[in-house]
């Protein structure tokens, strides 16, 4: 038999087997009540995707290699909301309470999973069975949710199947795009990663819980509906509570992390800055972890900058260029040359620049380096620098004091290309000094950027020198100083145009601690009996650090 009520032209949708779609009795005309729906689906489409940028986020900076953070999360999130589109056709006799009930276990989850990531990072040390199931549980409710939410929204109003997938699915595509656009505008910079997570699954809940026990709530019996205010009731105030706390949270746990003397703690708009030690005495105590890995240690410091700089100030060294180092210490060893005419900071993060300026024993660790008039700050990415104007002043040396290559968003800045903007910004008889990583530990990493550089048309010569900072990364029993990190050794490459440049330090050099030329030497002579044959270099579209 016809269905009469369908419009000219267009056939009935079928129904699901052994579910029998019947109009709602809405308390608004269907047209409002279809329009209330697909802003249901447009906002829980916003904040599903924050909780998926959240975990991707949350996993690049506990565990690092963001390339496969991102494959896991976003492989195993559509891999579960398949699963959770099948697990939802048993929800279909009772959509409205399926969808509901779903709704309030998303909030609660996805509110809670950047504090769940975070404590299983600072109490347990290891966040990845935490970071898989969460993506894993999050994905399944937000499978579920278009299934149920079809089957709600032609219990407004009949229409083809292909209509109602077509209305929903554009909600859905355009809250997605609020919510990846909220993330890092709105949500990161101004409320950060915990307190951002529990406002959106405040959202959720509302959004989620006021459509059903509003709009549908004749759907309900009176104990379902008595159950789904509870269940939200009890999720909006679980995670106003969290956030009350939020403060007190983030104070244990990187306690738990760091150590018990974190004096500085801040996320900036691209990394999360923390620094430890007391605030008076020497600045030997002092450390600065950027994404929870160990970047500046005040105990052995200087044994990394000395062989980094003093190498390539051999020769004319007027106009420096510092790519990184917004810490300052790679400037102070440039400042300690009187000739110096002018150095320039390229360095991405502001925060990182202010701290250094400001903290007392930071900027006494860095001998007050901001203060010196022949040093300029330029806040900005390094690569995007050296493509504009400004990079085609040449400089007789360039210091790339950059985080360790083998760090996913670091890795054009060791590319072939990165490389050959460098070399143009150079002197005829001008040298670059790079940090390449340890050379013991990771050597693949260390030849490919020595590789990398010769591809883009320098002559090389690699070096190292021992020390304790490369690489350590914070957890749960790190309570001491930098000097209980694991011994291990940093690798450096001096390139140069024409001839490989000589590996030694002038007899004018400002006293150093750590760096002497026999030892430079000794140094190149070891790094170049590890030299493996054959190694490609690394290019943006084909990045070979792991």
């Not at 916003?46 to 506990?62: I, K, T």
């Not at 709704?103 to 347990?124: I, P």
């Not at 620094?275 to 410091?301: A, H, I, K």
Request: proline share 7%; net charge positive; aromatic share 8%.
């Amino acid at each position: 038999m016809i269905d009469r009520s369908a419009p000219r032209g267009v056939l009935p949708a079928a129904e699901p087997r052994g579910v029998q779609t019947v109009q709602a009795a809405l308390p608004v005309r269907p047209r409002t009540g279809r329009v209330l729906v697909l802003a249901t689906v447009f906002v829980c489409a916003a904040c599903g995707l924050v909780y998926e940028l959240e975990l991707l986020a949350l996993g690049s900076y506990l565990i690092g290699d963001s390339v496969t953070q991102a494959s896991v999360v976003l492989s195993v999130m559509v891999f579960a909301m398949g699963v959770g589109s099948l697990l939802a056709k048993r929800l279909r006799r009772r959509p409205a309470l399926g969808f509901g009930a779903i709704e309030a276990a998303l909030a609660l989850l996805g509110g809670f999973s950047a504090t769940a990531l975070y404590a299983s990072f600072a109490w347990l040390g290891e966040s990845r069975p935490a970071l898989v199931a969460f993506s894993f549980a999050i994905g399944v409710l937000i499978g579920a949710e278009i299934p149920l939410l079809m089957v709600l929204i032609q219990r407004i109003r009949r229409q083809d199947a292909g209509g109602a997938v077509a209305d929903l699915f554009a909600a859905d595509y355009v809250g997605a795009l609020a919510g990846g656009l909220a993330f890092p505008f709105l949500l990161l910079p101004l409320l950060g990663q915990l307190t951002g997570a529990m406002l959106t699954g405040t959202v959720n809940a509302v959004a989620g819980g006021g459509l059903v026990l509003w709009l549908f709530r004749h759907d309900l019996s009176r104990r379902c509906r008595r159950l789904l205010v509870t269940a939200n009731a009890a999720v909006l105030a679980l995670l106003a509570c969290a956030t009350l706390l939020v403060d007190d949270f983030e104070r244990a746990a990187r306690t738990a992390v760091y150590g018990a003397e974190v004096r500085v703690a801040a996320q900036t708009g691209v990394q999360e800055l923390v620094l430890t030690g007391p605030s008076t005495g020497s600045p030997r105590s002092l450390d600065l972890f950027l994404d929870g890995r160990l970047r500046v240690s005040g105990y052995d410091e200087y044994r990394y900058h000395e062989a980094l700089v003093h190498p390539a100030m051999t020769g004319p060294h007027a106009r420096v260029l510092v790519l990184g180092g917004g810490d300052g210490l790679a400037a102070r060893e440039v400042l300690r040359y009187p000739d110096v005419a002018s150095v320039t900071v390229v360095e991405l993060a502001p925060g990182v620049v202010r701290l250094a300026r400001t903290d007392p024993m930071l900027s006494a660790l860095n001998a007050r380096a901001y203060r010196d008039p022949r040093l300029e700050v330029v806040t900005r990415d390094a690569f995007r620098w050296l493509r504009g104007p400004a990079a085609r002043d040449r400089f007789d040396v360039i210091v790339s004091d950059l985080p360790d290559p083998g760090i996913t968003p670091s890795t054009k800045l060791y590319s072939q290309e990165f490389y050959g903007l460098a070399a143009r910004a150079l002197t005829p008889g001008g040298r670059i000094a790079v940090h390449a990583g340890p050379l013991t530990t990771r050597p693949r990493t260390f030849w490919t950027v020595e590789s990398t550089l010769r591809a883009a048309g320098l002559f090389t010569t690699p070096y190292s020198t021992g020390g304790r900072l490369s690489g350590f990364t914070a957890g749960p029993d790190r309570t001491l100083g930098a000097a209980d990190a694991p011994p291990q050794d940093w690798g450096f490459v001096l390139a140069a145009r024409g001839r490989a440049p000589e590996l030694r330090v002038d007899g004018d050099t400002p006293a150093l601690r750590a760096v002497s030329t026999p030892a430079l030497q000794d140094a190149a002579r070891d790094a170049a009996r590890t030299r493996p044959a054959g190694l490609p270099p690394s290019t943006l579209p084909h990045p070979r650090y792991s």
